[in-house]
């Protein structure tokens, strides 16, 4: 911050004693620190840095474009086959599940955002926080991809307690995703001890109203227990 302790110097070409016109402009002297370089150094009028949302959310408009006609193209439905408008199914053991906007299991996405807010910040601390939310859209329209094809639907069936599960609709997995941006949102502004609360308090919640959660449920794809499934089985 050398800047800081040079006298101000007057403008190059400033206007001499007794010419009446506008004050000579003082460099630097309301420029922050850490925020000073491109003009001290350059003297000039560069301009300012490229705000990278502007070239994130267009990425993330194909990104999402191309997540529909590759979810369309494994054979998902738009929406659930009841035709119902509700936006919310809250009955997990329906078949309106995962084929509406947002059910129980939203909650679990929004957790999916936290835990990708949190590992990029351990994994790429330097990068810039919206090609990190730009990572985790991106991570969890992967995810839907992976959950919606035959194996992963397959796999649902036989390991976890979502036993008549037939895939999530396409709107779903578009909510689902949002829901995941807005847990990277959430856990950006709660800081990493509030978040790992918010994140403990919305799995003991669905644990107790649904016998299942996202941390369980990771559990019983990678490594199904049957007494969990026993558990979580509708009494
Ligand atoms: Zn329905």
Redesign the pocket.
């Known amino acids: 911050m050398t800047h800081l302790e040079t006298p101000p110097q007057p403008a190059p070409g400033a206007l001499s004693p007794g010419t009446p016109g506008p004050a000579p402009v003082l460099p630097t002297a309301s420029c922050p620190p850490g925020l000073s370089s491109a003009e001290d150094t350059h003297g000039g009028s560069l301009p300012s840095p490229a705000n990278p949302w502007h070239t994130v959310l267009p990425i993330l408009a194909v990104l999402l474009l191309a997540t529909t006609l590759q979810l369309r193209h494994q054979g998902r439905s738009w929406w659930?086959?009841?035709g119902?408008l509700?936006p919310v199914?809250t009955d997990i053991w329906s078949?309106?599940t995962s084929?509406?906007l947002f059910d129980p299991y939203s909650f679990t996405h929004i957790l999916h955002g936290v835990v990708f807010c949190g590992l990029l910040a351990v994994a790429v601390p330097r990068l810039a926080v919206a090609w990190r939310f730009a990572a985790a859209v991106a991570l969890e329209s992967l995810w839907e991809l992976v959950e919606n094809s035959t194996f992963g639907i397959e796999r649902y069936r036989t390991a976890t307690v979502s036993i008549g599960y037939i895939g999530d609709s396409i709107l779903n997995s578009l909510a689902d995703i949002l829901c995941c941006s807005l847990g990277f949102a959430l856990a950006w502004h709660l800081g990493w001890r509030r978040s790992l609360v918010l994140y403990l308090v919305v799995e003991a919640g669905l644990l107790l109203t649904l016998r299942d959660s996202l941390t369980l449920n990771v559990l019983m794809l990678v490594h199904p227990v049957e007494a969990i499934r026993a558990w979580q089985m509708p009494h």
């Open positions: 659930c086959a009841c119902g509700d199914a078949p309106h084929q509406h």
